[in-house]
């Protein structure tokens, strides 16, 4: 079975401080995928990051970075120098390689004031 | 490039009414999943379609419930009578599976439901 679990339900920080999200996966596949949206308050989906369970590099894309540690099962996205458009719902998602479909985290909501 | 498109954006109804929902995937894709968000269960993942064949509908939540896709480039989720408990937003998403590798899904604007 798979599981995604992100703790944090709400998150509240100010313009410019750095904040990082959290994502506890589990799962019993050797090889799997996980993934990062965004859910902005207009409401849909925006995907943000792809990663597979075999290539723990970190990835930075601008102001936001992933650190992917398989020995804590865990996928935590960084939003550095946060900005007031950051604020929406992140949602953490898992997807067993092979497979289509995804399970998804209860998301976080970050809200960034200014 | 056109997203994934889907309508209505909102629909309000009422009790017992039939409710059609509508999504036409990103051109390409062969796969294409109709998920259901609330805030006591989150997305739940109901149907996914690959070559517009149903792969997996354990999610539908009960007869209610019924999805087709007749081509590549549209899908209909219908609910059949409908009801207050229903109310959601649905969204649709699609992807390109390739034999071998992992597809990302992109998701539709999602259309809000109320049902009364």
């Known amino acids: 079975a798979q599981k995604v679990t992100q703790a944090q339900t709400e998150i509240s920080v100010v313009e410019k401080e750095d904040v990082t999200l959290d994502c506890v996966y589990e799962?019993?596949?050797?090889?799997?995928?996980l993934f990062w949206y965004k859910q902005p308050p207009s409401g849909e989906l925006v995907f943000l990051i792809r990663?597979?369970?075999?290539?723990?590099q970190n990835e930075i894309s601008g102001r936001y970075s992933w650190n992917f540690q398989k020995s804590t099962s865990s996928f935590n996205f960084t939003i550095t120098a946060s900005q007031v458009v950051d604020s929406a719902v992140y949602f953490c998602a898992l997807s067993p390689w092979g497979y289509s479909t995804l399970t998804f985290g209860k998301g976080t909501m970050l809200l960034v004031s200014p | 490039d056109a997203g994934v498109i889907q309508s209505p954006r909102h629909e309000v109804t009422e009790m017992g009414q039939e409710v059609t929902l509508r999504c036409k995937p990103i051109?390409?894709?062969?796969?294409l999943f109709w998920y259901r968000q609330t805030m006591m269960r989150g997305l739940e993942l109901l149907i996914y379609f690959n070559n517009n064949v149903p792969i997996d509908d354990s999610g539908m939540p009960e007869d209610r419930f019924s999805a087709k896709m007749p081509n590549a480039s549209f899908s209909t989720l219908k609910i059949q009578p409908s009801e207050p408990r229903d109310s959601a937003v649905y969204f649709c998403?699609?992807?390109?599976?390739?034999?071998?590798?992992?597809?990302?899904?992109?998701f539709g604007p999602g259309t809000r439901l109320l049902v009364l």
């Open positions: 051109s390409g894709h062969n796969s």
């Open positions: 990663r597979n369970s075999f290539d723990e």
């Open positions: 799962t019993r596949d050797t090889t799997y995928y």
């Open positions: 998403a699609s992807s390109a599976r390739t034999s071998g590798a992992q597809e990302t899904q992109y």
